[in-house]
Nanobody, 121 residues
Framework: QVQLVESGGGLVQPGGSLRLSCAAS????????MNWYRQAPGKQRELVAA???????NYADSVKDRFTISRDTAKKSVYLQMNSLKPDDAAVYYC???????????????WGQGTQVTVSS
């Protein structure tokens, strides 16, 4: 089993910055793609940013040039640097990853519990 634990959410004023972190733990044989999703009240969960095991990245149009996803393979962690935050960015942000565990070795998808980001003056 794999656990994903997010941290770094909170309250920030419009135009401010936050850095989210997600650490993976468990009997991890290999981590593949790692992603950040978000879900605002009354809206569907959406993909914000993705990073492959090779470091290739992809962003939702709404966050391009403002958010940066990165990962630290040794720490089994993924990060989301969020700059120039807008009220529309307010949501619960979820870490998501594909991983294979020892004994199973098949890629499975895992979710974190989410961290709240509030953008308000």
């Amino acid at each position: 089993q794999v656990q994903l634990v997010e941290s770094g959410g909170g309250l920030v004023q419009p135009g401010g910055s936050l850095r989210l972190s997600c650490a993976a733990s468990g009997s991890i044989f290999r981590l593949f793609g790692m992603n950040w999703y978000r879900q605002a009240p009354g809206k569907q969960r959406e993909l914000v940013a993705a990073i492959t095991s090779g470091g290739s990245t992809n962003y939702a149009d709404s966050v391009k040039d403002r958010f940066t996803i990165s990962r630290d393979t040794a720490k089994k962690s993924v990060y989301l640097q969020m700059n120039s935050l807008k009220p529309d960015d307010a949501a619960v942000y979820y870490c998501n990853a594909d991983a294979a565990t020892y004994g199973d070795y098949r890629s499975r998808n895992y979710w974190g519990q989410g961290t709240q980001v509030t953008v308000s003056s």
